[in-house]
């Protein structure tokens, strides 16, 4: 009888534990679920943590685009040292200055994931530390493995960042939830959303690329 006993006990945690692992399968968004199972972008990453690495990963975004540039470079157009309050905007702003498109996501994973599984690397700004040291810095996040949950990021130092799904959106959230892609003015975001496109373009109009704002905004109308 005890032995019988012991068995079904056994039998009962292992169910549990499948159940367990079922239900955190599931808790990824249907959004999510829909896209490809692992996705990892490459692409030019200029290692640093100078600045919260925001030159670096903007350099590393601008080479990926087919500009030639590198992170020392940027530093005098964004005004560091010294503007480093000013760094996300002036980041945005110097995008926009070689012909760039910053078109803004929605902070939630589902939407960030879909740019990556369309090919496009999502520039990021997350909280990086602990509870006893915590500090923003920029990234790119360049892909996501569904199953594991976790997604791929290419930050400070690291190449290959990998960080949970619950752990991201949380270090994302902290730090404002601020997310970009920086595209071509004929590269379309997937699912695009018409009147955030048109602002963009707006916003890259009036930093002086007329050209590529029109071409923005026909890309758009050709869709």
Same mark, same amino acid.
């Given at each position: 009888?005890?032995?019988?006993?012991?068995?079904?006990?056994?039998?009962?945690?292992?169910?549990?534990?499948?159940?367990?692992?079922?239900?955190?399968?599931?808790?990824?968004?249907?959004?999510?679920?829909?896209?490809?199972?692992?996705?990892?972008?490459?692409?030019?990453?200029?290692?640093?943590?100078?600045?919260?690495?925001?030159?670096?990963?903007?350099?590393?975004?601008?080479?990926?685009?087919?500009?030639?540039?590198?992170?020392?470079?940027?530093?005098?157009?964004?005004?560091?040292?010294?503007?480093?309050?000013?760094?996300?905007?002036?980041?945005?702003?110097?995008?926009?200055?070689?012909?760039?498109?910053?078109?803004?996501?929605?902070?939630?994973?589902?939407?960030?994931?879909?740019?990556?599984?369309?090919?496009?690397?999502?520039?990021?700004?997350?909280?990086?530390?602990?509870?006893?040291?915590?500090?923003?810095?920029? @990234?790119?996040?360049?892909?996501?493995?569904? !199953? &594991?949950?976790?997604? /791929?990021?290419?930050?400070?130092?690291?190449? %290959?960042? +990998?960080?949970?799904?619950?752990?991201?959106?949380?270090?994302?959230?902290? @730090?404002?939830?601020?997310?970009?892609?920086? !595209? &071509?003015?004929?590269? /379309?975001?997937?699912?695009?959303?018409?009147? %955030?496109? +048109?602002?963009?373009?707006?916003?890259?109009?009036?930093?002086?690329?007329?050209?590529?704002?029109?071409?923005?905004?026909?890309?758009?109308?050709?869709?």
């Amino acid at each position: 009888m005890v032995r019988v006993f012991s068995r079904v006990r056994s039998l009962v945690l292992v169910v549990g534990c499948v159940a367990g692992l079922a239900g955190c399968a599931g808790s990824v968004a249907p959004e999510i679920k829909r896209l490809p199972e692992r996705v990892e972008l490459s692409g030019t990453f200029y290692r640093g943590v100078a600045n919260q690495s925001g030159p670096q990963v903007l350099a590393s975004m601008l080479s990926q685009q087919g500009i030639v540039i590198t992170p020392g470079l940027l530093e005098k157009p964004l005004h560091l040292p010294g503007a480093e309050a000013q760094l996300q905007q002036n980041m945005q702003n110097l995008a926009r200055e070689y012909g760039m498109v910053v078109y803004p996501l929605d902070s939630n994973l589902p939407a960030l994931l879909t740019q990556v599984a369309a090919g496009y690397p999502v520039m990021v700004r997350f909280t990086e530390g602990s509870a006893f040291w915590a500090e923003p810095r920029y @990234a790119i996040l360049a892909g996501y493995n569904r !199953q &594991k949950q976790t997604v /791929l990021l290419r930050s400070g130092m690291n190449h %290959r960042e +990998l960080m949970g799904f619950g752990s991201f959106e949380s270090a994302l959230k902290d @730090a404002g939830g601020w997310a970009v892609l920086i !595209q &071509k003015p004929n590269q /379309l975001p997937a699912n695009v959303d018409q009147q %955030r496109w +048109l602002k963009a373009a707006s916003d890259l109009a009036q930093a002086g690329q007329e050209q590529a704002a029109a071409t923005a905004k026909k890309a758009l109308n050709a869709q």
